[in-house]
């Protein structure tokens, strides 16, 4: 593998890939290329925003007099991508005028809601691929000298089964996948790719009327929200471990207010301020428990059961049977508001619900409350 298609990711040499968008213009350059040349290609050279060029063999080919589709299979290198070895097709056609056409068929999602950058109704291809997919065509236009107008519909026949397991139905795209990259070129696990998705994730949110949402880590925070507490996942944000990007953008959009509900094994660390939950990040749960407990007057031989526990719900265990679970909640709620004030500054209000599985509700902060009533009102 030549060295510049990896990269070196938490001490670890990774491969990467390339997009959903640079496989569709790879295949509509391919597809236009047949069409007007009339010869068979095998593989198909593309060069990606990044500076990047790929050479990707072009599968399922088929043509008609006025048409040719083919393929593109999709390689994500190391990253843990759904959409890692389908086909992306293109199918080019003649068309009256001088115009390129681009539209979206079979497994690729059309927009239902406001905040994304397509308009509703529109298929579910970003700006970057669209002009990546036009861009190419447009070269095998010049080349073969011809100035009639062409058709491209991009497809991939598994995107409406893999929609599923990604964000679209939350971001409202209804009937399949979208066409992504801004690059062209896939990064294993990038941070970015997942920050990007919970600031479009809240943007749909907003632009669609909704000034106030719950804010959640993961699936434990989901589930709360909505099984034990009732409420609207609907109007909820999956974080992951990026609190603090996650509060950046809603002051940066404009949101009115959010609030945060998670495990007390995520939430806790925002008692000392640490903003990214992840454990490589940083690992604080034991020792803010421990010094919380402390204030609260637990003698050192409980100082030192909690040091010694594995998971925040053995420490919980300790503090209800000493009898300073309240205590201790009490002051680390109450730093927990002081850094999600900072974070926050004055424009957005802010708020947290922390729970574990056993003891249900732990703490909340004083906006809590009038948080949650004020995202119930939006509710639809």
Not at 208 to 234: A, R
Not at 271 to 291: F, I, K, P
């Amino acid at each position: 593998m030549e060295e510049q298609n990896m990269v070196w990711k938490n001490q670890k040499r990774l491969r990467t890939g390339y997009t959903t968008g640079s496989c569709a213009a790879a295949a509509a350059k391919a597809a236009a290329h047949m069409l007007l040349a009339r010869e068979t290609v095998t593989q198909i050279s593309l060069l990606t925003p990044k500076g990047v060029r790929l050479y990707l063999d072009v599968e399922e080919i088929q043509y008609g007099s006025e048409e040719v589709c083919c393929a593109v299979r999709k390689d994500s290198g190391d990253d843990p991508d759904v959409t890692n070895g389908v086909l992306v097709y293109a199918k080019v056609s003649f068309a009256e005028g001088g115009g390129l056409w681009l539209d979206g068929g079979e497994g690729i999602g059309r927009v239902t809601k406001k905040g994304l950058e397509q308009a509703v109704g529109e298929a579910a291809i970003n700006k970057v691929p669209r002009r990546m997919i036009l861009e190419a065509v447009e070269e095998q236009r010049r080349k073969f000298h011809y100035e009639g107008g062409l058709r491209i519909l991009i497809s991939i026949p598994e995107g409406k089964a893999l929609a599923e397991k990604t964000f679209n139905p939350r971001l409202g795209i209804a009937g399949g996948i979208s066409v992504l990259g801004t690059s062209g070129i896939v990064e294993p696990m990038s941070e970015k790719a997942l920050t990007d998705t919970i600031y479009l994730e809240m943007k749909v949110l907003k632009e669609n009327g909704h000034n106030w949402c719950y804010v959640v880590p993961g699936n434990y925070g989901s589930d709360f929200l909505t099984h034990t507490l009732g409420y609207d996942g609907g109007l909820a944000v999956k974080c992951s471990n990026y609190i603090g990007e996650t509060i950046d953008d809603a002051v940066t959009l404009g949101m009115q207010g959010i609030l945060l509900i998670g495990h007390v094994g995520k939430l806790i660390k925002l008692a000392a301020g640490v903003m990214n939950t992840h454990s490589r990040q940083a690992d604080c749960r034991l020792e803010v428990l421990t010094a919380h407990a402390a204030l609260a007057g637990a003698s050192s031989r409980t100082a030192a059961s909690l040091m010694k526990c594995v998971t925040t719900a053995e420490a919980i265990h300790i503090l209800k049977q000493e009898g300073l679970l309240s205590a201790v909640m009490e002051t680390v709620m109450e730093r927990i508001e002081y850094y999600l004030r900072q974070r926050a500054g004055t424009s957005l209000q802010i708020g947290a619900l922390v729970f574990s599985q056993e003891e249900g509700i732990l703490g909340a902060t004083p906006l809590a409350e009038e948080i949650r009533i004020q995202i119930q009102k939006g509710e639809t």
